[in-house]
Each structure stands twice: as structure tokens, then as C-alpha cells.
């Protein structure tokens, strides 16, 4: 069994505060990663993805892969109330071309 | 805008009807995808496809078929709705290989009644 984990939350961190965000995966190997925001009642929405072991920075995100430890974290700085949302991790197994996703971390922002 | 439309947006049916959910995509991608969302469920695969007539089951598949006569289009049938397929219904497609992300249609939400 392909399993994605992540903490149901909520997660409530204040304003301009690091939100810290976490995944593990069980298929040693798996190969990319992703992360998705997902607004209520809305689709998700692709905002990170990370292929290699290390830390990878957009903007106020970064993405970290440790594949040893098979856990992939989402960082948010300065978090803001328009970040908000429920937060995604998918995963897509080794050899395979479905991901699998995790049921995902309620952020709440609070001013 | 993934160039994804899922049709309809919005849908209410009785209990033991048929139901076909349309998924349609303008870039004729390869691989295409059902998850169902449900509270505390997360999102779960109900079936995919990576081409033209090739299909495959999901982990929730029961009580669900699928098409795909044409690259664009990929139909999701309730042969006969239950109650307990009440849910959020997303089309995703992968835009590349095996590796990319996925990119998902704006969801239907479908009460069976």
C-alpha cells in the first residue's frame, strides 16, 4: 500500500509567523513530489513540486525532501490570512504515474 | 487555466439513476484521472486513463465506469448513484511524463438523493 501522511491540523500560526508543514511517504522509491493549496470549495492548485534531496525556494515557500527519511516538508514565511488554506501532498511512486496524495493539513492563518 | 472544463459544475440526482460527469481537455494530454474528495478522506482515485481507450482502476472503483473514445474527453458513469457517492468529483491530467504534476479541473459536486 502507496500511503502519503500528513497532520489533519488545523495547524493556527499568527500572522508573519513560519508555517511549518509535513509529509511522509512510504514508497522508498518515489520519485517527485508536489505540493498543492486547495481554498474551501475550490480546486487544488499546484504550488511547489521538488524532484532532489535539499531545500527548494519560491517566494515565501520552501519545499525540503530528505528521501532517507522519506518525509517532505513545506515551509511558509511570513505567513499571511490569504494563506489560509488546506495543504496537499502528493506523491508520485516510483515507476508509477499516479500520484497519490495525502488527506492533506488545514492551515489557519490568524491576524 | 490548465485548459481543463469539467461539465457539470453542479448536480443533484436521485437515488438509482445514471450519471455521466464530463471531463474535457484542449492540449490532447496523455494521462487523465477521477479522485473523489470526502471529508477526513482526502483525495481518493476512482479511475484513470493513459490513452485513447486505455483505462484502469483506482482504489474506490466500485460502483463507477469509465471512457475515453476520444484524447480530449474522459467520462466518469454512476451506473446506478447511491447516497454514499455523494461527493466532490475532480478531473486532474499530467501535462508531461510520468514525473510532472497533475492539474485539476474545477470539480463537480454531486448529491445523490
Known amino acids: 500500500q502507496k500511503e502519503v501522511e500528513q497532520n489533519s491540523g488545523p495547524l493556527s500560526v499568527p500572522e508573519g509567523a513560519i508555517a511549518s508543514l509535513n509529509c511522509t511517504y512510504s514508497?522508498?522509491?518515489?520519485?517527485?513530489f508536489f505540493w498543492y493549496r486547495q481554498y474551501s470549495g475550490k480546486s487544488p492548485e499546484l504550488i511547489m513540486f521538488?524532484?532532489?534531496?535539499g531545500d527548494k525556494e519560491d517566494g515565501r515557500f520552501t519545499a525540503q525532501l530528505n528521501k532517507a527519511s522519506q518525509y517532505v516538508s513545506l515551509l511558509i514565511r511570513d505567513s499571511q490570512p490569504s494563506d489560509s488554506a488546506t495543504y496537499l501532498c502528493?506523491?508520485?511512486?516510483?515507476?508509477?504515474?499516479?500520484?497519490?496524495f495525502g488527506r492533506g493539513t488545514s492551515l489557519i492563518v490568524h491576524p | 487555466d490548465a485548459g481543463i472544463t469539467q461539465s457539470p459544475r453542479h448536480k443533484v440526482t436521485e437515488t438509482g439513476t445514471p450519471v455521466t460527469l464530463r471531463c474535457h481537455q484542449t492540449?490532447?494530454?496523455?494521462?487523465m484521472y477521477w479522485y473523489r474528495q470526502d471529508p477526513g478522506h482526502g483525495l481518493r482515485l476512482i479511475h484513470y486513463?493513459?490513452?485513447?481507450?486505455?483505462?484502469d482502476k483506482g482504489e474506490v472503483s466500485d460502483g463507477y465506469s469509465v471512457s475515453r473514445s476520444k484524447t480530449e474527453d474522459f467520462l466518469l458513469t454512476l451506473e446506478s448513484a447511491t447516497s454514499s457517492q455523494t461527493s466532490v468529483y475532480f478531473c486532474?491530467?499530467?501535462?508531461?511524463?510520468?514525473?510532472?504534476?497533475?492539474?485539476f479541473g474545477q470539480g463537480t459536486r454531486l448529491t445523490v438523493v
Open positions: 502528493a506523491v508520485n511512486p516510483g515507476g508509477s504515474y499516479i500520484p497519490t
Open positions: 514508497d522508498r522509491g518515489s520519485q517527485s
Open positions: 521538488i524532484y532532489s534531496n
Open positions: 492540449e490532447n494530454h496523455r494521462y
Open positions: 486513463s493513459y490513452g485513447v481507450k486505455d483505462t
Open positions: 486532474a491530467i499530467k501535462k508531461g511524463d510520468m514525473n510532472t504534476e497533475a492539474f
